[in-house]
């Protein structure tokens, strides 16, 4: 074992961030101000997650980390192995056998349980920040629920645009009440966060807040009754395994532009091509 | 055929093994010793102890060893390392007043009790590449003076006794900690003074010099500037009494600034503080402009807009901690992030041509 606590962080400054979490629980969507800690992975490379996981952590927790829905991106690994280091926890790629999970910009795909914590990494968690730079202008906008710069970015979006020009980190409304930044997963993650089984959780260490939505926790994206939010994703099947609902990285495959799409959700796609499901070019993957 | 990426976990270990072998560098040159950075590369030590926000000249030399240089990366190993320390109380502040001074001057005045001690500065050096060195850098023996028994008075407080210089209200009150609550704005004095101290010193300076140039100009003169030894002192509850633990080397500059007074103060000189561990005076001078930059507000002068007088911009921006891992982020995979905006732009770009087309027909 290593000379840290259990999870690095010692056992008071865990204490601090479950109390933020808690908070955070009770008030879903709100901003809880932490004393995040300086961990030993740069800011903006997931300390807040990190932090986070470490607070909810316990020796019999099994963990798992992904970068982009997948579970070997170089983050996503230095991650894992931080906490295989510091927590001695097992770890695992597949979804469902994992208690936590902690993520950057995605939602696995398979539905999670009420026995499983999602984390998320949070960059910006304010959904305000773009269109106020000054946070103590956003605290207090939220706080009026005054969320009217909101609507108009999104009114001239549709005016510019014909519709809502945002693809990532779509804003949401929890509860009715609070708007939240749901981090940057693409809008086609959006509405697995509503009434989502799991516990949410939500952390941003170099600004210092953790926000979270409790289990079944209703999250709507913000829209228009006339230009109401769609999920989107590439208009294609995944070529490794035929997958039709599933997010979809486009990867370049020659010099000539020539292209497949493939599941972001390496663990979904793996167990979907271990039943036996078939992309159009997901035979001589499996040869290979 | 597309093979899914695999393999980042050798991927990683590789480069930092390839890492380790370009820190050493060629192994025919002797290796460098801690010591050696501690004693020939002082000024870049009290950098990372300063911005690192923990006093160890060791750990600094170690810290700049294993980042081979690269003094932010350098204070990001102190800060990474000093956050794993137990805390076991705070000590006396500091009596600035009793250092044993290596360096002090004053612009105000011509001569002040204390006198003018130029020390080790490379002021009145001409900048000139001197080739020897690269040969041998054996020096002779400096000439030695007797070293001053009693305390070198404050400059500012000379002006002080004749009440031509604002006086500062004392607190007793335990200033606010950065590192361990998190920033709430507005902040008091002490708050700011915490984030300058350990902020970024290339900011800091870009800062200060955009009031000189007119961004909320201030009229500073360095009052007075000290650089040596302090005691730092705690009080054992078990002794009921305070010994000294060690010493420290710190710079203070006290900017005397000129003020016509305003709606809420009469006309009188203000001050602008910095304190900065260590012989880092560019940075202790720039602290003293950009902390009277940002008293705006409790000396009663407009606000000019300027980006030195917003807190929350100084403070926010002034980490290189924050703002180097932030900054360099954006080399991790955003490929889902990415594949959104490319559908968005394809279908944003389909329905322009369509219009574009509707407007030909």
């Given at each position: 074992?290593?000379?840290?606590n259990?999870?690095?962080?010692?056992?008071?400054?865990?204490?601090?961030?479950?109390?933020?979490?808690?908070?955070?629980?009770?008030?879903?969507?709100?901003?809880?101000?932490f004393?995040s800690?300086?961990m030993?992975?740069?800011?903006?490379?997931?300390?807040g997650?990190?932090?986070?996981?470490?607070?909810?952590?316990?020796?019999?927790?099994?963990?798992?980390?992904?970068?982009q829905?997948?579970?070997?991106?170089?983050?996503?690994?230095?991650?894992r192995?931080?906490?295989?280091?510091?927590?001695g926890?097992?770890?695992?790629?597949?979804?469902?056998?994992?208690?936590?999970?902690?993520?950057?910009h995605?939602?696995?795909?398979?539905?999670?349980?009420?026995d499983?914590?999602?984390?998320?990494q949070?960059?910006?968690?304010?959904?305000l920040?773009?269109?106020?730079?000054?946070?103590?202008?956003?605290?207090?906008?939220?706080?009026?629920?005054?969320?009217?710069?909101m609507?108009?970015?999104?009114?001239?979006?549709?005016?510019?645009?014909?519709?809502?020009?945002t693809?990532?980190?779509?804003?949401?409304?929890?509860?009715?009440r609070?708007?939240?930044d749901?981090?940057?997963?693409?809008?086609?993650?959006n509405?697995?966060?509503?009434g989502?089984?799991?516990?949410?959780?939500?952390?941003?260490?170099?600004?210092?807040?953790?926000?979270?939505?409790?289990?079944?926790?209703q999250?709507?994206?913000?829209?228009?009754?006339?230009?109401?939010?769609?999920?989107?994703?590439?208009?294609?099947?995944c070529?490794?395994?035929?997958?039709?609902?599933?997010?979809?990285?486009?990867?370049?495959?020659?010099?000539?532009?020539g292209?497949?799409?493939?599941?972001?959700d390496?663990?979904?796609?793996r167990?979907?091509?271990?039943?036996?499901?078939v992309?159009?070019?997901?035979?001589t993957?499996?040869?290979? | 055929?597309?093979?899914?990426?695999?393999?980042?976990?050798r991927?990683?270990?590789?480069?930092?093994?390839?890492l380790?072998?370009?820190?050493?560098g060629?192994?025919?040159?002797?290796?460098?010793?801690?010591?050696?950075?501690?004693?020939?590369?002082?000024l870049?030590?009290?950098?990372?102890?300063a911005?690192?926000?923990?006093?160890?000249?060791d750990?600094?030399a170690?810290?700049?060893?294993q980042?081979?240089?690269?003094?932010?990366?350098?204070?990001?190993?102190?800060?990474?390392y000093?956050?794993t320390?137990?805390?076991?109380?705070?000590?006396?502040?500091?009596?600035?007043?009793?250092?044993?001074?290596i360096?002090?001057?004053?612009?105000?005045?011509?001569?002040?009790?204390?006198?003018?001690?130029?020390?080790?500065?490379?002021?009145?050096?001409?900048?000139l590449?001197?080739?020897?060195?690269?040969?041998?850098?054996?020096?002779?023996?400096?000439p030695q003076?007797?070293?001053?028994?009693?305390?070198?008075?404050?400059?500012?407080?000379?002006?002080?006794?004749?009440?031509?210089?604002?006086?500062?209200?004392?607190?007793?009150?335990?200033?606010?900690?950065?590192?361990?609550?998190?920033?709430?704005?507005?902040?008091?004095?002490?708050?700011?003074?915490?984030?300058l101290?350990?902020?970024?010193?290339?900011f800091?300076?870009?800062?200060?010099?955009?009031?000189q140039?007119?961004?909320?100009?201030?009229?500073?003169?360095?009052?007075?500037?000290?650089?040596?030894?302090?005691?730092?002192?705690m009080?054992?509850?078990?002794?009921?009494?305070?010994?000294?633990?060690?010493?420290?080397?710190?710079?203070?500059?006290?900017?005397?600034?000129?003020?016509?007074?305003s709606?809420?103060?009469?006309?009188?000189?203000?001050?602008?503080?910095?304190l900065?561990?260590?012989?880092?005076?560019r940075?202790?001078?720039?602290?003293?402009?950009?902390?009277?930059?940002?008293?705006?507000?409790e000396?009663?002068?407009?606000?000019?807009?300027?980006?030195?007088?917003?807190?929350?911009?100084?403070?926010?921006?002034s980490?290189?901690?924050?703002?180097?891992?932030?900054?360099?982020?954006?080399?991790?995979?955003?490929?889902?992030?990415?594949?959104?905006?490319?559908?968005?732009?394809?279908?944003?770009?389909?329905?322009?041509?369509?219009?574009?087309?509707?407007?030909?027909?």
């Open positions: 074992m290593s000379d840290y259990f999870a690095y962080l010692d056992e008071q400054t865990k204490r601090m961030i479950r109390r933020a979490i808690l908070k955070g629980l009770a008030i879903p969507g709100y901003q809880v101000p004393a800690r300086e030993p992975m740069p800011y903006g490379w997931g300390t997650g990190v932090q986070v996981s470490a607070a909810t952590l316990t020796p019999e927790d099994r963990l798992k980390v992904i970068d829905g997948a579970d070997d991106t170089t983050n996503a690994v230095s991650i192995k931080f906490f295989e280091r510091t927590a926890v097992e770890t695992t790629e597949e979804t469902a056998q994992a208690s936590v999970i902690q993520t950057r995605r939602i696995p795909e398979e539905p999670l349980t009420e499983q914590v999602l984390v998320y949070v960059p910006i968690p304010e959904p920040r773009f269109l106020e730079p000054s946070e103590i202008e956003t605290r207090k906008m939220h706080a009026l629920e005054d969320y009217g710069l609507h108009v970015k999104l009114y001239e979006d549709i005016a510019r645009h014909g519709q809502i020009a693809a990532y980190a779509y804003p949401v409304k929890v509860e009715g609070y708007v939240m749901p981090s940057p997963i693409p809008k086609f993650d509405p697995k966060m509503s989502m089984a799991a516990i949410q959780l939500f952390g941003a260490g170099r600004e210092q807040r953790i926000y979270a939505l409790p289990p079944y926790t999250v709507v994206s913000l829209d228009f009754r006339d230009y109401p939010f769609e999920a989107s994703k590439a208009d294609a099947p070529d490794l395994c035929g997958a039709e609902d599933s997010y979809l990285d486009e990867v370049i495959v020659d010099d000539a532009g292209r497949m799409f493939v599941c972001s390496t663990d979904y796609c167990a979907r091509r271990a039943a036996g499901h992309g159009a070019q997901g035979k993957e499996d040869a290979a | 055929m597309y093979v899914a990426v695999k393999g980042g976990e991927a990683i270990e590789n480069a930092h093994s390839w380790a072998e370009e820190r050493r060629d192994p025919a040159v002797a290796e460098l010793t801690i010591d050696q950075i501690r004693e020939q590369m002082k870049a030590v009290n950098r990372v102890m911005e690192g926000s923990l006093y160890d000249p750990l600094a170690l810290a700049i060893k980042a081979r240089g690269d003094l932010i990366e350098a204070i990001f190993l102190i800060r990474a000093r956050t320390l137990p805390r076991f109380g705070a000590t006396r502040a500091i009596d600035t007043g009793d250092m044993a001074c360096r002090r001057i004053s612009a105000t005045f011509k001569d002040a009790p204390g006198g003018q001690v130029l020390g080790p500065t490379f002021d009145y050096t001409h900048r590449l001197d080739f020897k060195l690269a040969a041998d850098g054996e020096v002779p023996p400096a003076a007797a070293p001053r028994q009693e305390p070198t008075p404050h400059i500012t407080g000379f002006l002080n006794r004749e009440g031509l210089i604002q006086a500062e209200a004392a607190s007793d009150e335990t200033p606010p900690d950065l590192t361990r609550e998190p920033m709430e704005l507005p902040g008091s004095r002490a708050l700011r003074l915490q984030a101290t350990r902020g970024d010193e290339g800091v300076l870009g800062m200060a010099y955009s009031t140039r007119g961004y909320a100009r201030n009229h500073a003169f360095v009052g007075e500037l000290r650089i040596g030894t302090v005691a730092v002192e009080d054992i509850p078990e002794l009921g009494f305070a010994i000294e633990i060690g010493e420290i080397e710190v710079t203070e500059c006290e900017t005397v600034n000129q003020f016509t007074g709606k809420t103060e009469p006309p009188q000189f203000t001050r602008g503080y910095g900065v561990f260590g012989q880092t005076e940075k202790a001078i720039s602290m003293a402009l950009v902390d009277r930059a940002l008293r705006w507000r000396l009663g002068e407009d606000d000019m807009g300027a980006p030195a007088q917003d807190e929350e911009f100084v403070l926010y921006h980490d290189n901690i924050q703002a180097t891992g932030f900054l360099e982020h954006i080399k991790l995979p955003h490929y889902v992030d990415f594949q959104s905006e490319l559908e968005l732009v394809r279908r944003l770009r389909r329905e322009a041509e369509g219009a574009q087309q509707e407007a030909a027909e």
